[in-house]
């Protein structure tokens, strides 16, 4: 088993850039696809980017392509977020995920491990 945390959230304005951290442990995160995901209020928990066990193949949802990249330390057993130009419609708590898929997945019923999460808002 694998236990998640988030860092890294906060205020923000429109345009700003923000990087959130996953620090695992339990386990090595080696044997797992890692995700994030993101949760505004009234909405449905929503994938927004995922990576492959050793970092070679990454999702990307079409709303934040191009402004937010995944990257992935198999030896210091984190994982991170970079967000760019970040916009208002951004705002949400996201979540750290781990799967035990081979493949890289978009839907949430295929993590298996999650994170607290940690809030994100942009200002306009």
């Known amino acids: 088993q694998v236990q998640l945390v988030e860092s890294g959230g906060g205020l923000v304005q429109a345009g700003d850039s923000l990087r959130l951290s996953c620090a695992a442990s339990?386990?090595?995160?080696?044997?797992?696809?890692m995700a994030w995901f993101r949760q505004a209020p009234g909405k449905d928990r929503e994938f927004v980017v995922a990576v492959s066990r050793l970092g070679g193949s990454t999702v990307v949802a079409d709303s934040v392509k191009g402004r937010f990249t995944i990257a992935r330390d198999n030896a210091k057993n984190t994982v991170s977020l970079q967000m760019n130009n970040l916009k208002p419609e951004d705002t949400a708590v996201y979540y750290c995920?781990?799967?035990?898929?081979?493949?890289?997945?978009?839907?949430?019923?295929?993590?298996?491990?999650w994170g607290q999460g940690t809030q994100v808002t942009v200002s306009s």
């Open positions: 339990g386990r090595t995160i080696s044997g797992y696809s």
């Open positions: 995920a781990a799967s035990t898929h081979y493949l890289v997945l978009r839907g949430r019923l295929n993590y298996d491990y």
